[in-house]
C-alpha cells in the first residue's frame, strides 16, 4: 500500500488529539501555577518500567494536541508530558508573546515544580528552539535532547520564507491535521502566532546547538520544506554529540504523522549502553 503523502493521520487520531482535557487513551490533562501562570500539562500515567521521562515541546502556533500521536507511542515505556507554552493551548495567556529564551525559563521552572529527574526533551520545530536553548543553559535538568523538524534554517530566515516553506508544506501534510491547526490557532490568537513567528526568525538557534551537551537526536522528515537537507546536517553538525535520523516520505510534522518511528528513535537513543568489558 503507498502511503499517504506526509504519513498517516486518521479521525482517530483527530479525535484523540482533540479530547484534552476529557481524558482519553491513559492521557489525563492537570494545571499548576508555573511562574504565576496557570500551565495546562497533557501526561501519560508512569508506565513502571523505571525509563526516564519524556518531555514533548510544541511549536509556535499549535500545542499539545498534535504531539498526542507521540505521546501515546512513548507511554507504553516512559512517562511523558506534554505542557502547553504560555499563550498556547490551555495554558493561560501571558502578556505579550514570550520569545525563546523566555520560553525555556518557563519551562525550566515547570521541570522545577513537576520535580522531575533529568528527561528526555523533544522540542518540535519552534519547541525545538526552546528545547535548545533549555538544554544549553540547564544541562543537569536534560539526560537527552531530541530536535524534530528544527527551525529556523538560516537561508530562510524571515517571516516570508519561513512562512513560504510551511506553506507548501501544508500541501505535504495529511489533511486532518487541519482542525487541530484551527483549534491551536484560535486559542492562541493570531497576534501570538505572528509575533512567536518574528521571535524566532529573530532567534540564532546555532548559539544554543554548540553548547548542548547532551547525547542529542535530530529528527526529520524525508519530505520537510521547512528542514532541508542541508539545514538539518548543519544542525546535526553543530551539536558536539548528535546523531540524525530520517524518515522517509514525511513532511515536517514527523511527530503526528510517523509518530511510532519517532518514538522508536527516542528509545534507541535512550537506551543503555553497554559497558566496554561488554563489548
Same mark, same amino acid.
Given at each position: 500500500?503507498?502511503? $499517504?503523502?506526509?504519513?498517516?493521520?486518521?479521525?482517530?487520531?483527530?479525535?484523540?488529539?482533540?479530547?484534552?482535557?476529557?481524558?482519553?487513551?491513559?492521557?489525563?490533562?492537570?494545571?499548576?501555577?508555573?511562574?504565576? $501562570?496557570?500551565?495546562?500539562?497533557?501526561?501519560?500515567?508512569?508506565?513502571?518500567?523505571?525509563?526516564?521521562?519524556? *518531555?514533548?515541546?510544541?511549536?509556535?502556533?499549535?500545542?499539545?494536541?498534535?504531539?498526542?500521536?507521540?505521546?501515546?507511542?512513548?507511554?507504553?515505556?516512559?512517562?511523558?508530558?506534554?505542557?502547553?507554552?504560555?499563550?498556547?493551548?490551555?495554558?493561560?495567556?501571558?502578556?505579550?508573546?514570550?520569545? *525563546?529564551?523566555?520560553?525555556?525559563? =518557563?519551562?525550566?521552572?515547570?521541570?522545577?515544580?513537576?520535580?522531575?529527574?533529568?528527561?528526555?526533551?523533544?522540542?518540535?520545530?519552534?519547541?525545538?528552539?526552546?528545547?535548545?536553548?533549555?538544554?544549553?543553559?540547564?544541562?543537569?535538568?536534560?539526560?537527552?535532547?531530541?530536535?524534530?523538524?528544527?527551525?529556523?534554517?538560516?537561508?530562510?530566515?524571515?517571516?516570508?520564507?519561513?512562512?513560504?516553506?510551511?506553506?507548501?508544506?501544508?500541501?505535504?501534510?495529511?489533511?486532518?491535521?487541519?482542525?487541530?491547526?484551527?483549534?491551536?490557532?484560535?486559542?492562541?490568537? #493570531?497576534?501570538?502566532?505572528?509575533?512567536?513567528?518574528?521571535?524566532?526568525?529573530?532567534?540564532?538557534?546555532?548559539?544554543?546547538?554548540?553548547?548542548?551537551?547532551?547525547?542529542?537526536?535530530?529528527?526529520?522528515?524525508?519530505?520537510?520544506?521547512?528542514?532541508?537537507?542541508?539545514?538539518?546536517?548543519?544542525?546535526?553538525? $553543530?551539536?558536539?554529540?548528535?546523531?540524525?535520523?530520517?524518515? #522517509?516520505?514525511?513532511? =515536517?510534522? *514527523?511527530?503526528?504523522?510517523? #509518530?511510532?518511528? *519517532?518514538?522508536?528513535?527516542?528509545?534507541?537513543?535512550?537506551? #543503555?549502553?553497554?559497558?566496554?568489558?561488554?563489548?
Amino acid at each position: 500500500m503507498r502511503p $499517504l503523502p506526509g504519513g498517516h493521520f486518521g479521525p482517530a487520531e483527530l479525535r484523540l488529539a482533540m479530547a484534552a482535557p476529557r481524558p482519553a487513551a491513559g492521557l489525563t490533562s492537570e494545571w499548576r501555577l508555573v511562574d504565576g $501562570l496557570r500551565t495546562h500539562t497533557r501526561r501519560s500515567t508512569t508506565p513502571g518500567t523505571g525509563a526516564p521521562p519524556v *518531555v514533548l515541546v510544541h511549536g509556535l502556533a499549535v500545542s499539545h494536541r498534535y504531539l498526542t500521536p507521540l505521546a501515546v507511542a512513548l507511554a507504553t515505556t516512559h512517562p511523558v508530558y506534554v505542557p502547553d507554552l504560555p499563550g498556547f493551548g490551555l495554558t493561560e495567556h501571558p502578556d505579550g508573546a514570550y520569545d *525563546v529564551h523566555r520560553h525555556a525559563a =518557563h519551562l525550566a521552572a515547570w521541570l522545577a515544580a513537576y520535580r522531575l529527574p533529568p528527561v528526555c526533551l523533544l522540542g518540535h520545530s519552534f519547541g525545538a528552539e526552546v528545547a535548545a536553548a533549555l538544554a544549553a543553559n540547564h544541562p543537569d535538568a536534560v539526560r537527552a535532547l531530541v530536535l524534530a523538524g528544527p527551525t529556523s534554517d538560516p537561508s530562510a530566515r524571515s517571516r516570508r520564507g519561513l512562512f513560504g516553506r510551511w506553506l507548501v508544506d501544508c500541501l505535504r501534510e495529511a489533511p486532518l491535521q487541519a482542525p487541530i491547526l484551527v483549534r491551536d490557532v484560535w486559542n492562541a490568537r #493570531p497576534w501570538r502566532v505572528f509575533a512567536t513567528v518574528s521571535h524566532s526568525v529573530r532567534n540564532p538557534i546555532e548559539r544554543d546547538l554548540v553548547r548542548v551537551s547532551a547525547p542529542t537526536l535530530v529528527v526529520t522528515g524525508g519530505r520537510d520544506p521547512v528542514v532541508p537537507a542541508p539545514w538539518r546536517d548543519e544542525a546535526t553538525r $553543530l551539536v558536539p554529540d548528535a546523531s540524525l535520523v530520517v524518515v #522517509p516520505g514525511v513532511a =515536517h510534522n *514527523v511527530v503526528t504523522t510517523a #509518530p511510532t518511528q *519517532v518514538a522508536d528513535a527516542c528509545r534507541r537513543l535512550l537506551a #543503555p549502553q553497554p559497558a566496554l568489558s561488554d563489548r
